[in-house]
């Protein structure tokens, strides 16, 4: 059995308009009114207000939630369209095991709504949206292709509304397999015409806000003989590192992966700790580059650093976390600001001139541009630095709104 359920919201606000194509075998059916949602996910085929879909904390002024479901392959996936006031919502595809649809759910809300504000303050014209495909994937390598295919046959249902990028879990190769069914899709290889890996330019603007951070903080932009905490060495965790230890930082990483720390002991000659143990470190800064929901009213107590500064998503557990670390004086550089180097590098695929490495680094540097307006009117207005870049976000998004004549004015 192939499904796909899109939970839509009605609002006589601006919204987006879902195409309805056919796929092979795909029985496609769209609800907007909440009270005849009856349809769905799971092994019982009945909704229940367990999932949470319009009732969740996190469902904040989203335009879709579509559910899709692919029995063959064992495809579970979830796309969030949370805007696409500035332009088609762009955002990476995130493959993890997800304890539960709920715990998937939840991810899918919150990534998509970071993804409008890290477009709007990047002054891209793209909106925010995300997707995750609950795991395990195939082992099969030949299965694993047929699982994303059918993935880029769901998301080319959806007409272009929402644009598949890279995220956690998902290789370029796994891309390639998405794009051979739909065009909606970013950073494919250069050699078919897209931007390649996005990792490197992710690393490389949380690299430079990282600077950006330390300037305004202690007057210098120096990371030299600065003692950093890395968590996290994926793709981009590995890179950062790479670049912080290139200038002399004194690294601590730690990961859940024990090959990947081994590897960094072996690269850097850095120290490694115990995620659980981690924060009894001394460090200057702390810096999240894996999954999000680090940063705990619990936690913050035990930090011994001055600067927040990663790439990972959703850091804070809730937008409260931001005032926590203010009230202590620790900057924390708002993380759909400081990693939004992926998603710029992607989009010049979409721009009429084009894609290239030039351009992409260059577009980098208006990430620590931006991080000490927000930084200024932050310590301007006495608000935390995750509300003044929302400010930012929302200023950029209700400019555009007014000139359209739209009445949207909460994000």
Same mark, same amino acid.
């Given at each position: 059995m192939q499904a796909s359920l899109s939970c839509r919201l009605f609002a006589p606000l601006h919204r987006s308009v879902l195409a309805h194509s056919s796929l092979p075998l795909l029985a496609k059916r769209h609800?907007?009114?909440?009270?005849?949602?009856?349809?769905?996910? !799971?092994?019982?085929?009945?909704?229940t207000q367990e999932h949470g879909v319009f009732s969740h904390s996190s469902w904040v002024n989203h335009d879709s939630?579509?559910?899709? +479901?692919?029995d063959v392959t064992g495809l579970k996936a979830i796309v969030g369209i949370h805007d696409t006031l500035?332009?088609?919502?762009? &955002?990476?595809?995130?493959?993890? *095991?997800?304890? *539960?649809?709920?715990?998937?759910?939840?991810?899918?809300? +919150?990534?998509s709504r970071g993804m409008t504000f890290k477009a709007a303050c990047a002054g891209l014209?793209? !909106?925010? !949206?995300?997707?995750?495909?609950? !795991?395990?994937?195939?082992?099969?390598?030949?299965?694993?292709?047929?699982?994303?295919? +059918?993935? &880029?046959?769901?998301?080319?249902?959806? &007409?272009?509304?929402?644009?598949?990028?890279?995220?956690?879990?998902?290789?370029?190769?796994?891309?390639?397999?998405?794009?051979?069914?739909?065009?909606?899709?970013?950073g494919i290889p250069t050699e078919m015409g897209g931007s390649g890996n996005p990792a490197p330019y992710t690393a490389h603007g949380v690299y430079l806000g990282m600077k950006q951070a330390v300037l305004h903080k202690h007057d210098t932009d120096s990371l030299s003989g600065m003692r950093i905490l890395v968590e996290g060495l994926g793709s981009v965790g590995y890179l950062l590192a790479k670049k912080l230890h290139n200038e002399g930082a004194e690294l601590i990483v730690c990961d859940v992966n024990e090959l990947k720390v081994q590897k960094a002991l072996d690269k850097f000659g850095c120290k490694s700790v115990p995620l659980d143990y981690r924060f009894d470190e001394k460090f200057d800064i702390y810096s999240p580059n894996a999954l999000g929901g680090t940063i705990t009213a619990e936690m913050i107590?035990?930090?011994?650093?001055?600067?927040?500064? &990663?790439?990972?998503?959703?850091?804070?557990?809730?937008?409260?976390?931001? *005032?926590?670390?203010?009230?202590?004086?620790?900057?924390?550089?708002?993380?759909?600001?400081?990693?939004?180097?992926?998603?710029?590098?992607?989009?010049?695929?979409?721009?009429?001139?084009?894609?290239?490495e030039d351009r992409a680094v260059r577009k980098l540097s208006?990430?620590?541009?931006?991080?000490?307006?927000?930084?200024?009117?932050?310590?301007? +207005?006495q608000i935390s630095t995750l509300d003044s870049a929302i400010r930012l976000a929302v200023h950029r998004l209700s400019r555009t709104a007014y000139r359209r004549g739209c009445k949207k004015d909460f994000w």
């Open positions: 609800y907007r009114n909440p009270a005849l949602v009856e349809p769905a996910l !799971g092994e019982t085929g009945a909704y939630i579509h559910y899709f +479901r692919d500035l332009g088609p919502a762009l &955002g990476g595809c995130r493959l993890y *095991n997800y304890k *539960n649809e709920t715990e998937a759910l939840n991810d899918v809300l +919150r990534l014209p793209l !909106g925010g !949206g995300k997707s995750v495909v609950i !795991g395990p994937p195939p082992a099969d390598p030949d299965e694993r292709g047929g699982f994303f295919r +059918r993935f &880029g046959m769901f998301i080319d249902s959806l &007409g272009g509304n929402y644009v598949a990028a890279e995220d956690i879990g998902v290789s370029v190769s796994d891309m390639v397999h998405i794009r051979a069914m739909t065009e909606w899709v970013a107590p035990k930090l011994s650093c001055s600067i927040v500064a &990663g790439a990972a998503n959703n850091q804070l557990v809730d937008d409260q976390m931001a *005032n926590l670390l203010m009230e202590r004086d620790i900057l924390y550089v708002p993380d759909f600001v400081l990693n939004a180097g992926g998603l710029i590098n992607v989009s010049l695929e979409k721009d009429p001139d084009g894609w290239s208006g990430i620590a541009t931006n991080l000490e307006d927000i930084f200024t009117q932050s310590a301007r +207005r």
